[in-house]
């Protein structure tokens, strides 16, 4: 902040598809081009925490993300279906049975995906404009 009342301001920021395939390799691309390579968890909930830090920090900014139709197809039903059974391994047995009933929906190419997660999380915040190209 400059003077602690106006917000430093963001270019628009582009993440390319084209640069990965899964979502581990999404928050390799979003380490480097949003976060300057700064390290952080890497889970869907620290990508949103991140993108409200960024957001506090530099008020309203857009995200492109360019080859987002390659990555539609990269992050659909078989890398969420590799995602959900990695969550499974780890799941405390009260969230199994959910986790389960999302599997069953994946395996039947139903319900949200990785790529609808990563949407989502971008758009549930405020200030944040996101183009899909």
Known sequence: MTN???????????IDGNRFSTLEGFFDEVGEVLFGGRPWERSLEAFGAALDEMLSEYGPMSVVWLNSEKSRVDLGYPETLRQIVERLKYAHPDS????????????????????TWLVDTFGRREGLKLELV
């Open 4 to 14: 602690g009342d106006t917000k430093h301001p963001r270019p628009e920021l582009k």
């Open 96 to 115: 199994r049975q959910a986790i389960l009933f999302e599997l069953e929906k994946a395996r039947n190419r139903e319900g949200d995906t990785v790529f």
